[in-house]
């Protein structure tokens, strides 16, 4: 049997200016923003919700590389680039912080597309995406240069 995601995979041909991709949810809860900051990020602001309080952020925050992360892995199921998300470079901001019950999801659009002169099976496709939550607001801007592939023969 013929795995079916293989069908549904986008090659560079495959790509236009103005597409869109629409990921799933991920829900966020203060242990899984704890638990990441413990290993990856620990300042209090991330991991201690009291101290989280009297922070810049006035409670505790997800750490921005906590949001990204999860960006990749929404970006992962949601854009079916036949080699992969293979990342060539690109832009990254927070407008406001992840919170502990935000429900993330992420917007992703093709701004350009450009083929590469020097190695005719592939292109650099820039995406921007935005990683939103359950009220819309953009918690995280991602502008990307994404490399996508031809297909053989």
Request: hydrophobic letters at 40%; proline letters at 6%; zero cysteines.
């Amino acid at each position: 049997m013929k795995d079916k995601s293989l069908a549904q995979r986008l090659y560079l041909d495959d790509l236009e200016v103005g597409q869109e991709f629409l990921s799933g949810e991920h829900a966020l809860d203060a242990d899984q923003i704890i638990a990441y900051a413990r290993q990856f990020d620990p300042q209090p602001f991330h991991t201690d919700p009291e101290a989280a309080q009297g922070s810049f952020f006035q409670g505790l925050a997800a750490s921005g590389w906590h949001t990204m992360s999860l960006t990749m892995r929404l970006l992962v199921e949601s854009v079916p680039f036949a080699q992969g998300v293979i990342g060539a470079g690109g832009e990254v901001s927070w407008p406001q912080p992840t919170r502990p019950g935000d429900i993330l999801r992420v917007k992703s659009r093709i701004l350009e597309i450009r083929p590469s002169r020097s190695k005719p099976d592939r292109g650099l496709v820039k995406v921007q995406s935005l990683t939103l939550n359950q009220s819309d607001e953009v918690l995280l801007q991602l502008t990307a240069n994404l490399l996508a592939f031809r297909k053989e023969g």
